[in-house]
């Protein structure tokens, strides 16, 4: 497959061009920003338990590193693709350079479905992925971090692997690494408390509180919706509906949040949860709600199935989980949109305080973290904000207007080489 032909390129493509045309940004830069800087294809030959060799596909896309090191997760699912992964790093381009970071965009993954995989092949996995790429990574170069299908324990075996091949310790090669050997206090629940944090931001700007009559539906109860739902929960939310890849539950009068997690730690699925209702993911997606996080993957509300979303506030935990022209039908319909590159960026403003931390060797309390988590979300959500107001465009747009005035002012001042 081609760089620019997976649906997830092109509309991550069709939302550049169109905040592009909205700022009257200049073309030149566009046409940089439409190709990463870097990409790289490796094989990764793992011999499974049965004693066979297979071959996986991987790669690590470096979009733009203007503003400072690559930065970005990597990724084992089966949809994984250079086309695909070069998306999700232009996403990662605009998301750093949204919130401020010293940081540029990066992705990595493997065509791979992690279930399939012992503990044992896994972690073979990793760190031969690891190693083909470790030409390109580093602390000054690109960071990784976890993302759908990989977690603390993938980026331990990738530290572990980098470091034996440099012949010294080098935590600042990955963000997202268990505490004890060198991750940060809060990395884990950023993401969904980023979430959440930017729920709030959106009601003040109308002047709303979240509490008890405040509905919730949230599809993807893992790493995003799980914290997201338990800081909703403290809120007195009421959540009726999370689903997971075995479908989803609904009840109207608001699930027992630590009772699903409890489930879902002790049998991994939320299929068979007892004392609720069994609905598909689909019809999740449709609920009458207040507030929808779809916070599992990308694509799941589609020109196809927009017109029938209900919900007051749609914020994307997930990366791209609206196409653009689902964008259009719902803020049409005058839903609020809160996009993923401001509303998920939690997990990245906290691996970049991981990074930091790790580089200085000195490590911060749970509330500073969470403290500068939340200021630094709330002045981001206030400048997307001030932009949907000033250039009077949907909030996807806004987001993408707020980053790309950073980026195309830090590309000039830099120039292109040679000129
Ligand atoms: N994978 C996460 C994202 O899409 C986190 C990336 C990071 O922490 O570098 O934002």
């Known amino acids: 497959m081609s760089l620019f032909e997976s649906p997830f390129f092109q509309d991550a493509f069709s939302q550049l061009e169109e905040a592009a045309g909205i700022m009257k940004m200049d073309p030149n830069v566009l046409e940089r920003l439409k190709f990463p800087k870097r990409a790289l294809q490796v094989s990764v030959p793992i011999r499974l338990d049965d004693g066979t060799v297979k071959v996986f596909e991987g790669y690590r896309v470096q979009h733009n590193m203007t503003l400072g090191p690559g930065k970005g997760g990597i990724r084992y699912h089966h949809h994984v693709s250079l086309s695909e992964t070069a998306a999700l790093a232009m996403l990662m381009t605009f998301k750093c350079a949204l919130v401020g970071l010293p940081l540029g965009g990066a992705k990595g993954g493997i065509k791979v479905n992690p279930a399939d995989l012992s503990r044992s092949e896994l972690q073979a996995l990793t760190r031969r992925y690891a190693t083909e790429i470790a030409m390109i990574i580093g602390p000054d170069k690109d960071v990784p971090a976890p993302d ?118 002790q049998r991994n699925f939320l299929k068979d949860m007892p004392g609720a209702k069994t609905i598909s993911n689909e019809e999740l997606l449709e609920l009458d709600v207040d507030i929808l996080i779809p916070a599992a993957i990308d694509g799941v509300v589609t020109e196809a199935n927009a017109h029938k979303v209900k919900a007051r506030i749609i914020a994307e935990g997930a990366n791209g989980p609206l196409t653009k022209e689902a964008v259009d039908i719902i803020t049409a319909r005058g839903g609020f949109i809160i996009p993923d590159i401001l509303c998920n960026a939690g997990g990245v403003i906290v ?47 806004a987001a993408l207007i707020t980053a790309l005035q950073r980026l195309e002012g830090a590309m000039k001042l830099r120039g292109m080489f040679p000129g």
Request: glycine share 10%; net charge neutral.
């Open 148 to 265: 759908i299908g990989t977690d603390s324990q993938t980026m331990a075996w990738f530290m572990d692997t980098y470091s034996q091949l440099k012949g010294y310790t080098v935590p600042g090669v990955v963000t997202g690494k268990p505490i004890a050997i060198g991750g940060s206090l809060g990395r884990a629940d950023s993401t969904g408390k980023g979430v959440v944090y930017c729920i709030n931001f959106a009601y003040e700007k109308m002047n709303k509180k979240v509490d008890k009559n405040t509905t919730v539906a949230i599809h993807g109860f893992g790493k995003v919706g799980i914290p997201a739902a338990v800081d909703l929960h403290h809120q007195d939310a009421k959540i009726v509906a999370i689903s997971d890849v075995s479908g989803a539950i609904y009840d109207e009068k608001g699930l027992n949040i630590p009772a699903c997690i409890e489930w879902v730690q």
């Open 351 to 397: 691996s970049y305080f991981e990074w930091v931390q790790g580089l200085q060797m000195f490590f911060w309390d749970l509330d500073t973290v969470n403290k500068k988590l939340h200021d630094i979300m709330k002045q981001a959500f206030d400048k997307v904000y001030t932009s949907h107001q000033v250039y009077k465009c949907n909030m996807k747009s």
